[in-house]
């Protein structure tokens, strides 16, 4: 079945700074999300994302379907958007979600 | 957006007794429903699929007399862990979406501790 990868898997920026999260999946998708699963456990859709580039507020995403991957940007980190990261695409089952990144921003 | 309520968000029982989790698509009928398992620090695995009307198809390992699905509604969908034991202690997660290939949209999920 289809391998999801994340990088990195934890994360520690100061407030303010700008990141990078990466997925990479072994197969060529038409489905792509990213979740951000907060402390409490909800999991809350990002984007829906199979192609292309989207922003929404300080998050965009871009994913490069030919290539194989899909990047998350944040920028100016606040404490809040500590948490898991997850991205995630059908493979045999629903969704195959990789291990996330694990980020926490610190004041 | 859709929204999916899952209940109850946290339930704490003694080894043995069976607890049972709702998941409800408030806003959309959902024909199928998703129940994902996750342990501590590590990512969502898919344990069944709920088809509204007939019988849930299980992923492999996971034992479908431990773990009841019920799907008697295009809006409900109930997981019932039996006899449990520790080792079930996790978090339990449902999903639904409209149709196939449409976002997936979860509840906020069960954190399940087994005494």
């Known amino acids: 079945g289809i391998q999801v990868e994340q990088s990195p898997p934890d994360l520690i920026l100061q407030e303010g700074a700008n990141s990078t999260l990466r997925c990479n999946f072994s197969?060529?998708?038409?489905?792509l999300q990213w979740f951000h699963q907060n402390p409490w456990g909800q999991l809350i859709n990002l984007f829906y994302?199979?192609?292309g580039t989207k922003q929404n507020g300080r998050l965009s995403a871009t994913t490069v379907a030919t290539e194989r991957y899909s990047l998350l940007y944040i920028s100016s980190s606040q404490t809040t958007d500590s948490g898991v990261y997850f991205c995630a695409t059908p493979g045999n089952t629903p969704l195959v979600f990789g291990k996330g990144t694990r980020l926490s921003v610190i004041a | 957006g859709a929204v999916v309520s899952q209940h109850p968000s946290r339930v704490i029982c003694k080894s043995g007794t069976s607890v049972k989790i709702e998941c409800r698509s408030l806003?959309?009928?959902?024909?199928?429903m998703f129940w994902y398992r996750q342990f501590p620090k590590q990512s969502l695995m898919l344990m069944a699929t709920s088809n509204e009307g007939s019988k849930a198809t299980y992923e492999q390992g996971v034992e479908k007399d431990k773990f009841l699905i019920n799907h008697a509604s295009l809006t409900l969908s109930t997981l019932t862990v039996t006899s449990a034991h520790p080792e079930d202690s996790s978090f339990y997660i449902c999903?639904?979406?409209?149709?196939?290939?449409?976002?997936?949209?979860f509840g906020s999920g069960t954190q399940l501790s087994v005494l």
């Open positions: 806003d959309f009928q959902a024909t199928t």
């Open positions: 999903s639904a979406n409209r149709g196939f290939l449409e976002k997936l949209f």
């Open positions: 197969d060529s998708v038409n489905n």
């Open positions: 994302i199979p192609s």
